[in-house]
């Protein structure tokens, strides 16, 4: 592993104001005194490994990113623990799907001890940013975004010589402010977020922005997210813009699409899956039509459904509309969906011990 060079930034933000900040932070509002930076190019490989003053990059207007769409990001969490240390859960699962993803787009793979490195570097740093929470409800936590981008200028269809990788990081209060509600899914039929083939595994800028025009139409329906089937058929669900999608049966089956070319391998969705043993659920993955949920849901069969992803952790699911039909799920969170969240929770807040090696300590 590489070791980092601190760049102190000579006018961080005052005590003050970062307070004010951490009192109310939102979610990705506001970002920390620092960022990690390593430069790669054809010749050297990955070098130059930095913490430097978070600000503006400089990049050339011809640069690949802009007009090829080669970028790549992850996304996870540094919790504060009851002793004052920092921690974060499972950061070489986001590695390894950070290097999935850069070999589809055609970018350099980033080894897991530099992108570890590249976390703690950073945390060392502002470690003061990562607020401590006043209970087991005050989820608060200090979102690191790492993320890589082809910086090579030039004008040509071919694969970047040159990228940059940096971590930004951004203090995150409770997702659910006003205490965890259901929210209405819109599913979309003729937009798609991916297809065979494609990039749909990869968690890239442009599945997200593929996502963005249905949201649209999702929030023109009333509802608060968008859920999107398979490019070939409209049948089967995949995923939602941003979570991935779990149903739990009468019968105590947790049950979820299977990780294909079109569905990311949330972190979260994964760990779920192997938490469920432990509340009494059969984790289950496999193909979903929507007629399924439809049915199933109508004979009491299917109980609950909710999404899954780093930002909310659970978000429980109410509805799901689309222009034909409405599939009535719940008005209030699943108990097996609760108690899924509390129990992962209590890990990343070192509350409750983990499976080893999830949570890695960073400062």
Same mark, same amino acid.
């Given at each position: ?44 490989? %990955? ?24 970028? /790549?990001? $992850? ?20 590695? &390894? ?11 350099? $793979?980033?080894?897991? &001890? ?12 502002? $470690? ?14 200090? !979102? ?11 004008? =040509? ?8 990788? !940096? ?12 205490? /965890? ?27 997200? *922005? ?30 939602? =813009? ?33 938490? *469920?043993?432990?509340?009494? #659920? ?10 399924? %949920? ?5 004979? =009491? ?9 780093? *930002? ?22 699943? $108990? ?7 129990? #992962?929770?209590?890990?990343?807040? =070192?509350?409750?011990?983990?499976? &080893?090696? %999830? ?5």
């Amino acid at each position: 592993m590489s070791t980092f060079v601190q760049q102190k930034n000579s006018q961080p933000a005052p005590q003050g104001v970062r307070e004010a900040i951490l009192a109310k932070p939102g979610f990705g509002d506001y970002f920390t005194d620092h960022m990690s930076h390593v430069r790669y190019t054809k010749d050297q490989g %990955w070098h130059a490994h930095t913490v430097k003053p978070y600000g503006p990059l400089v990049l050339d207007p011809a640069a690949a990113v802009f007009h090829y769409a080669q970028e /790549i990001f $992850e996304g996870m969490k540094a919790y504060r623990h009851a002793d004052g240390s920092v921690w974060t859960f499972r950061p070489t699962k986001n590695a &390894e799907r950070m290097n999935k993803s850069a070999a589809r787009l055609a970018l350099p $793979e980033i080894s897991a &001890e530099d992108f570890v490195g590249s976390l703690r570097a950073l945390v060392e740093l502002d $470690e003061a940013w990562v607020a401590t929470p006043k209970d087991a409800a005050d989820e608060v936590s200090l !979102y690191l975004r790492p993320f890589m981008i082809a910086s090579e200028k030039f004008l =040509g269809v071919r694969a970047s010589h040159e990228a940059d990788y !940096y971590v930004i990081a951004s203090p995150a209060g409770p997702y659910f402010a006003g205490g /965890i509600k259901p929210v209405d899914i819109w599913l979309s039929k003729d937009l798609k977020r991916a297809g065979t083939g494609g990039t749909g595994f990869a968690k890239c800028g442009g599945n997200y *922005a593929a996502s963005l025009q249905a949201g649209n139409q999702a929030a023109e329906k009333g509802c608060q997210q968008v859920m999107f089937t398979d490019a070939k058929e409209s049948k089967y669900l995949e995923e939602l =813009g941003g979570m991935n999608l779990m149903l739990v049966t009468k019968d105590n089956e947790l049950i979820t699409p299977s990780v294909s070319e079109t569905i990311l391998d949330g972190v979260t969705r994964r760990s779920l899956l192997e938490l *469920a043993p432990s509340i009494g #659920l059969t984790p289950v993955e496999r193909d979903i039509e929507v007629a399924e %949920w439809r049915e199933r849901a109508a004979a =009491g069969e299917i109980v609950e459904a909710f999404a899954c992803g780093t *930002a909310a952790v659970i978000t429980p699911i109410g509805r799901l509309v689309s222009d034909d039909f409405t599939i009535e799920q719940s008005t209030e969170p699943g $108990e097996a969906a609760m108690k899924l969240r509390s129990t #992962l929770l209590d890990i990343q807040y =070192g509350r409750a011990e983990g499976p &080893e090696g %999830w949570m890695v300590k960073l400062a």
